[in-house]
């Protein structure tokens, strides 16, 4: 009897101190994992940090040697200066991409839309070619099809137009929209538009109802990943566009550095202000783009 309550009183303490143990460990690999977290964060963030500090200091100081690396005065009117600028408009340049930008994604999702469901709802001979097809078109650069690219857009008479940069920008980035699209269409189960075809849904509407919202977190990353690639997009804008009216934004940042000025307060200033759209995109859209990037990935 005595055994039994010797064994019934010492075991419990036994159970804390095996927690404690366990505990020790787990708080340490979480303080490992956080302080790397941050270490991995500062070194990305690490460039962004110094263009702001040289966007904020004025031009005598970006002219000293050897150079400070905090501004001894912060210049905080750089960042309003640029929008009266004429030489490169900033201003305009920030709205024209703003728009080959948008009107981009847009084309790019009204095509790959119907062209991801159809791929993923019917099985058609030819089907994994076609799909093939569209993914080699991803292995190749704009810059190494610039010769084609420009005397296609002579052909058409689209040179130095928008309409020209829209078509180039959607048609690089469709592929992408098709394989995101029709993997996550492939994850949505038939059985929910077959239900809405009993109800008397068509084709068409079944997919607006049912399977777009559904889809919604595939739509989203297609349209972010579409919308950066059109706004960072710099060579064939280069190549294609001449007036000023018609400059986009990442053509106008390097005029700030030419052989007559140098004026890299304006030039890193700018390159902040381009980073906002997207920031303010992916903030809106940040809870559906995580779900979308992994669609497929569950059978």
Known sequence: MSA?????????????????????????????LTAVGWLVALFFLAPYLQMLLTALKPTPELMKSPPSYLPSHWQWSN??????????????????????????????????????????????????????LVLVTQMFAPTALLVGIYREMVSLDLTDTAEGLILVNAAFNLPFCIWILNAYFASIPKEL??????????????????????????????LVYTFIGAWNEYVVALTITSSGDRT????????????????????????????????????????YLISGLTAGGIK
């Open 4 to 32: 039994v309550t010797a064994r019934s009183t010492t075991a419990p303490s036994a159970v804390p101190s095996a927690t404690v143990r366990r505990r020790r460990p787990l708080r340490l690999r979480t303080a490992v």
């Open 79 to 132: 960042f309003a200066d640029v929008w009266s600028l004429k030489d490169p408009p900033v201003s305009d340049a920030l709205l024209f991409s703003l728009y080959v930008a948008g009107m981009s994604t847009l084309l790019a999702l009204a095509v790959g839309l119907p062209a991801a469901y159809y791929t993923a709802r019917h099985k058609f001979r030819g089907r994994g070619a076609f799909l093939l």
């Open 193 to 222: 538009e077959e239900a809405a075809f009993m109800d008397g849904a068509g084709r068409l509407g079944a997919m607006v109802r049912i399977t777009l919202p559904l889809a919604l977190p595939g739509v989203v990353t297609a």
């Open 248 to 287: 986009t934004l990442t053509k106008a940042i390097p005029g700030f550095v030419t052989a007559y000025q140098e004026q890299w307060q304006y030039l890193f200033a700018t390159s902040l202000i381009a980073i906002v759209p997207v920031v303010v995109l992916f903030v809106f859209v940040e809870r």
